[in-house]
Nanobody, 121 residues
Framework: QVQLVESRGGLVQAGGSLRLSCAASGRTFRAYTMGWFRQAPGKEREFVAA??????YYEDSVKGRFTISKDNAKNTVYLQMNSLKPEDTAIYYCAASLVFRTVVVIDYTYWGQGTQVTVSS
């Protein structure tokens, strides 16, 4: 069992930056692929970024702008978001999966509560 608690999101102007964090409970943090997903109003939840060991994956629209990282000592995963755009506005979710290096929503078993990120133009 893994519990995930995300930091508060926020409102930021286009071009700005925001860092999300997600603290995980449990002692098997390293065994999970950790991912960030987002869901905009009226849209399906979509993959944003994932990390397992030192390997990272990104959705094409965030490559070069977002960075996922993790601190195993703190059981925490981060999403640094730079050059934010209005289309990045969504609820962002942290998630954990036992499937090795997956980017598929249905492979993720544990989810955080979600945090709102709003980018104004």
């Amino acid at each position: 069992q893994v519990q995930l608690v995300e930091s508060r999101g926020g409102l930021v102007q286009a071009g700005g930056s925001l860092r999300l964090s997600c603290a995980a409970s449990g002692r098997t943090f390293r065994a999970y692929t950790m991912g960030w997903f987002r869901q905009a109003p009226g849209k399906e939840r979509e993959f944003v970024a994932a990390i397992r060991s030192l390997v990272t994956y990104y959705e094409d629209s965030v490559k070069g702008r977002f960075t996922i990282s993790k601190d195993n000592a703190k059981n925490t995963v981060y999403l640094q978001m730079n050059s934010l755009k209005p289309e990045d506005t969504a609820i962002y979710y942290c998630a954990a999966s036992l499937v090795f290096r997956t980017v598929v929503v249905i492979d993720y078993t544990y989810w955080g509560q979600g945090t709102q990120v709003t980018v104004s133009s």
